[in-house]
């Protein structure tokens, strides 16, 4: 059995190789993305001491560096001292643009298209590898594939009885075939229950809808999120943007801003994502907007009480991107995330080495046979 399933493990890691390094890559780089911020960025830092201009200022200086572009939502990072982070739509359609902003000053730092901004572009990449639909059951499958590496790999793995402490060493002094097949498979072991957790996780965030019918049959679900505000005519006078976000911080004064989202092309609508900070969960979201013509704010989540359906499914993100380790994120997320990347290299470089040996051996088999001559 054993035999076979490595057979298949191998040409599964092969068929989604370079899919899982680029998956890993992009994880890593969200996991430090705070920390890389701060190294890809050459517009400098905020000024932390002092006050945030009016949101109005904010939003009109990005309209000024950018004419027609609309706002589809701002960034609050959790360091303070790093740019707001806008993402804005270009007039004629398109992928989204980028803008960094100095809310202090409510200056544009910088914009561009989205490739310009790796932390962006990586984020994009391994949430739906730039393709929308595609791309999510692409993920799905890339998902299905890492669990089946993981436990398939444990099963090729597993020693016999009083062997365990052998078979996690590598042999430093075998041949390279060996040391490489060594570099592979240790990692692989210690690691691939925490693979099994990602590619689990992940198939359940990107299998959104199918996870909510089935918790919803036994659990209660919020809401859904419904933008069915009434028709009216825009008014002469409506509330600012600086308002709407004070109403919306007088609902959650708990709530640790994450961020700020523009509903509709017309600027009527302001929403808010913040963190609950009273909550267990790292990811426990408050969701509400604000109708600025008609100054009327409708909540859609309290992170803080949040039906037991939802609380479960609230779980399944920061248990995906390493929130729930709390302060070993980075280490456990490096982890993860460097044992998978050198899998994926080290197991397509196995495969390159036994294939030239067979490649020599089926040249030396198919050679003709010189003709010796008469005689």
Same mark, same amino acid.
């Given at each position: 059995?054993?035999?076979?399933?490595?057979?298949?493990?191998?040409?599964?890691?092969?068929?989604?190789?370079?899919?899982?390094?680029?998956?890993?890559?992009?994880?890593?780089?969200?996991?430090?993305?705070?920390?890389?911020? =701060?190294?890809?960025? *050459?517009?400098?830092?905020? #000024?932390?001491?002092?006050?945030? &201009?009016?949101?109005?200022?904010?939003?009109?200086?990005?309209?000024?560096?950018?004419?027609?572009?609309?706002?589809? %939502?701002?960034?609050?990072?959790? +360091?303070?001292?790093?740019?707001?982070?806008? %993402?804005?739509?270009?007039?004629? @359609?398109?992928?989204?643009?980028?803008?960094?902003?100095?809310?202090?000053?409510?200056?544009?730092?910088? *914009?561009?298209?989205?490739?310009?901004?790796?932390?962006?572009?990586?984020?994009?990449?391994?949430?739906?590898?730039?393709?929308?639909?595609?791309?999510?059951?692409?993920?799905?499958?890339? =998902?299905?594939?890492?669990?089946?590496?993981?436990?398939?790999?444990?099963?090729?793995?597993?020693?016999?009885?009083?062997?365990?402490?052998?078979?996690?060493?590598?042999?430093?002094?075998?041949?390279?075939?060996?040391?490489?097949?060594?570099?592979?498979?240790?990692?692989?072991?210690?690691?691939?229950?925490?693979?099994?957790?990602?590619?689990?996780?992940?198939?359940?965030?990107? =299998?959104?809808?199918?996870?909510?019918?089935?918790?919803?049959?036994?659990?209660?679900?919020?809401?859904?999120?419904?933008?069915?505000?009434?028709?009216?005519?825009?008014?002469?006078?409506?509330?600012?943007? &600086?308002?709407?976000?004070?109403?919306?911080?007088?609902?959650?004064? #708990? @709530?640790?801003?994450?961020?700020?989202?523009?509903?509709?092309?017309?600027?009527?609508?302001?929403?808010?994502?913040?963190?609950?900070? +009273?909550?267990? +969960?790292?990811?426990?979201?408050?969701?509400?907007?604000?109708? %600025?013509?008609?100054?009327?704010?409708?909540?859609?989540?309290? !992170? +803080? &009480?949040?039906?037991?359906? *939802?609380?479960?499914?609230?779980?399944?993100?920061?248990?995906?991107? !390493?929130?729930?380790?709390?302060?070993?994120?980075?280490?456990?997320?490096?982890?993860?995330?460097? *044992?998978?990347?050198?899998?994926?290299?080290?197991?397509?470089?196995?495969?390159?080495?036994?294939? /030239?040996?067979? /490649?020599?051996?089926?040249?030396?088999?198919?050679?003709?046979?010189? #003709?010796?001559?008469?005689?």
């Amino acid at each position: 059995m054993k035999v076979a399933l490595y057979k298949v493990h191998k040409w599964v890691g092969l068929g989604l190789g370079v899919l899982l390094l680029l998956q890993a890559t992009t994880g890593l780089m969200m996991a430090h993305k705070e920390a890389l911020a =701060a190294w890809f960025g *050459s517009e400098g830092l905020v #000024d932390v001491s002092a006050e945030h &201009q009016p949101l109005d200022q904010i939003i009109a200086a990005v309209h000024d560096a950018k004419p027609g572009y609309r706002f589809d %939502r701002i960034i609050y990072r959790d +360091n303070p001292a790093l740019p707001l982070v806008a %993402r804005i739509n270009p007039p004629d @359609g398109g992928k989204f643009h980028v803008a960094l902003i100095d809310p202090v000053k409510a200056q544009v730092l910088s *914009s561009g298209p989205m490739w310009q901004y790796p932390l962006q572009l990586a984020e994009r990449v391994h949430v739906a590898l730039l393709s929308g639909t595609i791309g999510h059951y692409i993920l799905l499958i890339e =998902a299905i594939g890492l669990m089946f590496m993981g436990i398939s790999g444990l099963i090729v793995w597993w020693p016999r009885k009083n062997r365990f402490r052998k078979a996690l060493v590598i042999h430093w002094k075998s041949s390279p075939l060996r040391v490489i097949r060594d570099i592979h498979v240790v990692p692989g072991a210690l690691t691939a229950v925490l693979m099994l957790f990602a590619g689990l996780t992940g198939a359940m965030l990107i =299998a959104d809808d199918a996870l909510k019918a089935a918790v919803s049959t036994v659990a209660p679900l919020k809401a859904p999120i419904k933008l069915d505000f009434p028709v009216v005519d825009q008014p002469d006078e409506m509330i600012s943007w &600086q308002q709407a976000k004070d109403r919306l911080f007088e609902q959650f004064p #708990d @709530g640790h801003l994450r961020q700020l989202r523009f509903w509709g092309r017309d600027g009527r609508i302001l929403a808010t994502v913040m963190v609950a900070q +009273n909550a267990l +969960n790292p990811r426990a979201h408050h969701i509400a907007a604000v109708d %600025r013509w008609l100054d009327e704010t409708t909540i859609y989540a309290d !992170g +803080n &009480q949040l039906p037991s359906g *939802s609380a479960f499914i609230e779980w399944v993100l920061p248990l995906h991107t !390493g929130e729930a380790w709390g302060g070993l994120r980075p280490v456990m997320m490096s982890i993860l995330g460097l *044992s998978l990347a050198g899998m994926c290299i080290t197991g397509f470089w196995m495969w390159l080495k036994k294939r /030239r040996p067979k /490649r020599r051996q089926s040249a030396v088999t198919n050679r003709p046979v010189p #003709d010796s001559g008469p005689g």
